[in-house]
């Protein structure tokens, strides 16, 4: 692989999913399978900051009044209902957890349903830094993962999806979709591989400058 040409995207990695008291970690049946989620996210971004991966985060934020949820349904009314991701709200903001990598993570705003090309200029600062390769972690597996990933592919993308760095609301919805739905369209590898992977490029952001 390479690294330079990559981009490891995260998708809603904010407190209301992640954190002990998020209103939306409910979603997910198995709340142990949040916690690996992000705890092979965090070893995973350790190894990734020191290539050359561009690392970027795309959080949803939303107006007080839920104006872009006006006609929502599933799990987009449950946000709506359930008041989630609310734009100044403690459960909007970004997981602490991700602070200790700064500015290493880019942060493109504007996503306010499941696909993450959607309303945002993620596509435009892929494009800026000659990017053709997306890897994609975080929630949740069939819905905002899913749709970015099938977006990204038809834009020409190459994706991959990293199996034990997103879940799903159910561990049978997870193992469906990374066995039977992501393979149509990406590459499914675990964490573990995907460190082994950037292991021979660590060094090549430092020789380079």
Known sequence: MNPKATALILVGYQND???????????????????????NTLELLRHATQTEMTLISTPIILTSDYRALAESEGILGTIKEAGAFKAGS??????????????????VNGKQGFNAFSNTELDRVLRARNINHLMLAGMITSLCIDSTGRAAYERGYKVTMISDCVSARTASEQEFYCKNIFPLYADVMDSETLIEQLAPHSQDMFVAQ
């Not at 403690?90 to 942060?107: K, Q």
């Open 17 to 39: 999913y992640f954190a002990p008291n998020g209103i939306l970690r409910g979603v997910v049946e198995e709340t142990n399978r949040v916690d690996q989620t992000l705890t």
């Open 90 to 107: 403690t459960g909007a903001d970004t997981i602490p957890e991700l602070l200790e990598f700064g500015d290493r993570i880019t942060f």
